[in-house]
C-alpha cells in the first residue's frame, strides 16, 4: 500500500455542500477566477483561514482533513505563504480532477468557525 500524506483545506459553506455532494471523496472544480487549488500542511494553517477569512461576511469557516498519496504529492513543490507555517502546495485547476483520484478514503471535517456578525 502506497504511503499516505495529510493535509488540511480551510473552506467555506459553498465548497463544503459540494463536497458532500461528492461523497466526501473529492474536492469540486475551481471556478475561472481560482486558477490553483491550495490544501495546506499544518491544521494550525488552515484554522487561521477558516476562522479569520471564511468567516468574514456572516459565514462559517470549516478545516478538513484528507489523506492523499505521497508518491503523487511529491511531483508538487512545497509552496511558502508568509512565514515556515504557512505551507501548502498549489495545484493547477486542470489537475484538480487528478488530484482527487488521489485521495486516500473520505475527506473529514476538523473544526467550524462561526462569524461573530449578528
Known amino acids: 500500500m502506497p504511503g499516505t500524506s495529510t493535509l488540511y483545506r480551510p473552506t467555506g459553506e459553498k465548497e463544503l455542500e459540494l463536497i458532500r455532494a461528492a461523497g466526501w471523496r473529492a474536492f469540486p472544480p475551481r471556478l ?52 515556515r507555517e504557512h505551507r501548502e502546495y498549489w495545484i493547477p485547476a486542470e489537475e484538480l480532477d487528478e488530484f482527487n483520484r488521489h485521495i486516500v478514503g473520505q475527506i473529514e471535517i476538523l473544526s467550524s468557525f462561526h462569524s461573530s456578525k449578528s
Open 32 to 83: 475561472p477566477e481560482q486558477p490553483i487549488f491550495y490544501p495546506v500542511l499544518e491544521e494550525s494553517y488552515a484554522i487561521q483561514i477558516a476562522r479569520d477569512w471564511n468567516t468574514r461576511d456572516g459565514g462559517t469557516g470549516y478545516v478538513l482533513r484528507f489523506g492523499i498519496e505521497t508518491d503523487y504529492l511529491s511531483k508538487y513543490p512545497v509552496q511558502i505563504a508568509g512565514s
